[in-house]
């Protein structure tokens, strides 16, 4: 599911520098929109999860129940983050992360940790259709990234804007963020 990384990573994951570009700035990419903006520190409870990317949506679904139970699920900002190139790392050994965005005064308990995730500087590329169909972007994703002097400084986030049972599979919605710094060159 998550083989998102492919050929970009290996081009542009060496170098590790802040971006020095200010503000906002879109770009297009064969009909998506790919925007460089700066995005803010987010309180979340979390799961490290190791293992096939394709099985997360168990641990997502647990995360769910327990979001609901304490009535935070509704409001709140589902995200998966991956920190390994599925062609490059054993799946039972794959790092990932299922998050939930919590109120500043949300309590931890002993389900869940709760961290900040830091406020960064990222690509960003909204993405419709289902979850297996949003990894075939990111070789081209990457590949943008590091011929416009990109490297890629973090793990991927995905952030879950649309999608659940209701919805068909087509009008998914996920925002891809992949933290970047802007190389001299």
Known sequence: MKSFFISGLLLISAVALFISCGGEQKFEISGLELEIKEVPAQRV???????????????????????????????????????????????????????????????????????????????????????????????????WLAQNNYSVVGPLYEIYLKGGPDIPESEYLTEVRIPVEKVSG
């Open 45 to 143: 409870a979390y799961a490290e999860i190791v293992g096939p990317y394709e099985e997360i949506g168990d641990d997502f679904e647990a995360m769910h129940f327990w979001a609901t139970q304490r009535e935070i699920a509704e409001e709140a900002d589902w995200i998966g983050v991956f920190y390994d190139n599925p062609d490059m790392v054993e799946a039972s050994k794959l790092k990932a992360e299922v998050a939930v965005t919590v109120p500043e005064t949300f309590e931890p308990d002993s389900v869940y940790p709760v961290k900040t995730i830091p406020k960064m500087k990222v690509a960003s590329v909204v993405l419709q259709g289902s979850y297996e169909e949003i990894p075939e972007r990111y070789p081209e994703i990457y590949g």
